[in-house]
């Protein structure tokens, strides 16, 4: 299957080519330092070992996202366990006008689909939203549809 992954520089509306690549410790780790990400992504939860970890990277090799991919269901459908924007493109964290990147979000989504179909899966996709806002996100932009959750 074709995939050619970008982002979409914030400055200039220009797209920027990226490589998705498993995570390695380092990136990791890297949650942890300056600037902090919203998550540590070496947590326990985030090294079970049938969570496959992934890093974006521009062409310099600048860490600017992770995402977390699980297969559930006896390969019925890959669980996005969680993904991430760097702190600098992360819009919870940076008003729109500073943020460095766009896309983030959807790209890690749209790799989802493509793990899911290399995997035996159909291209199915489940992940919950952080919120009530996010979901209607989801909703509106990516035509998710909500079910119930396993936590619900």
């Not at 299957?1 to 400055?11: H, K, L, R, T, Y």
Request: overall charge negative; some cysteine; hydrophobic content about 40%.
């Amino acid at each position: 299957m074709f995939f050619d992954p970008f982002v979409i520089a914030s400055q200039t509306g220009e797209r920027i080519p990226v490589q998705i690549v498993p995570a390695t410790v380092a990136n990791l780790s890297a949650t942890k330092g300056d600037p902090k990400w919203q998550t540590d992504w070496s947590s326990d939860y985030l090294s079970d070992p049938s969570i496959e970890k992934f890093a974006v990277k521009v062409c310099d090799g600048a860490l600017i996202g992770l995402g977390a991919y699980q297969i559930r269901g006896k390969k019925a459908y890959v669980y996005i366990v969680y993904m991430e924007s760097a702190p600098h493109s992360n819009q919870t964290m940076k008003p729109q006008n500073e943020r460095s990147y766009f896309g983030i979000g959807a790209l890690l989504i749209a790799f989802g689909i493509k793990y899911s179909i290399d995997h035996g899966c159909r291209g199915d996709i489940v992940f919950d939203a952080k919120t009530d806002e996010l979901a209607r996100h989801y909703e509106s932009d990516f035509h998710a549809i909500r079910i119930p959750s396993e936590n619900s």
